[in-house]
């Protein structure tokens, strides 16, 4: 899927869109200084002007899910257990519909996120 904006990806996500749409305005009110760019071929959020200098978080779509992924995810506190650690230093959880999205849960871990790109 080549894509030239978040909105644009976040709108060809059928039958996942939904999720993506809900996603979309609890990172960017969680991060409001953050920048949202496409790279790699999907949405990533960072710190700065370049997202992928400074990565914070991304929202990668698969065909039954889609991932939303913390790149120091392994490093925040996580009462819930629900990040799951992956590569390097990343975390994320799996999302199949939008009542497994917590605005309250997923705002928390992106500002702690946030912390700590900017030490």
Known sequence: MTTATI?????????????????????EAALPDAN????????????G?????NPICLVKAYSS???FGLWRGQEITDASGR??????QMASVKLRTVDEIDPALFADW?????DLEAR
């Open 7 to 27: 909105t644009d990806y976040l709108t060809s996500l059928a039958p996942l869109r939904e999720v993506g749409e809900k996603l979309r305005p609890v990172i």
């Open 36 to 47: 949202g760019a496409m790279w790699h071929g999907h949405p990533v959020w960072g710190a």
């Open 49 to 53: 002007d370049k997202p992928g200098k």
């Open 65 to 67: 899910y889609v991932t």
């Open 83 to 88: 990040l799951v650690a992956g590569a390097r």
């Open 110 to 114: 992106l500002r702690q996120a946030r």
